[in-house]
Nanobody, 127 residues
Framework: QVQLVESGGGLVQAGGSLRLSCAAS????????LGWFRQSPGKEREFVAA?????????GYADSVKGRFTISRDNAKNTLYLQMNSLKPEDTAVYYC???????????????????WGQGTQVTVSS
């Protein structure tokens, strides 16, 4: 079965850093887009970053995280990463890894586009 497993969440003070990982298994993701989304209580699930799992490796970021977060991959390990620096309390959310199996030419920021989802990992940033 297809499985996406997030890890690396936790509690961190404002200004600190965390690195999230998403281990992907169950199929080839070589032609997929993998992304990160987050959701806080009372809010819609929002796009954070995405990466096309290809040689070109196109990436996209939400404006709110540009310059602070970096999405990357390890092809050999089939693992997606999200390096989060300069964390703010408003970054507090459950972070989800997702896979779009039939992507377009560019990574999508729309949750409905994605076919598989992990269970999420909690990130809490204290002030």
């Amino acid at each position: 079965q297809v499985q996406l497993v997030e890890s690396g969440g936790g509690l961190v003070q404002a200004g600190g850093s965390l690195r999230l990982s998403c281990a992907a298994s169950g199929r080839s993701f070589s032609r997929s887009v993998l992304g990160w989304f987050r959701q806080s209580p009372g809010k819609e699930r929002e796009f954070v970053a995405a990466l096309a799992w290809s040689a070109i490796g196109r990436t996209g970021y939400a404006d709110s995280v540009k310059g602070r977060f970096t999405i990357s991959r390890d092809n050999a390990k089939n693992t997606l990463y999200l390096q989060m620096n300069s964390l703010k309390p408003e970054d507090t959310a459950v972070y989800y890894c997702a896979a779009d199996i039939n992507p377009g030419d560019y990574p999508s920021g729309t949750p409905a586009t994605y076919d598989y989802w992990g269970q999420g990992t909690q990130v809490t940033v204290s002030s």
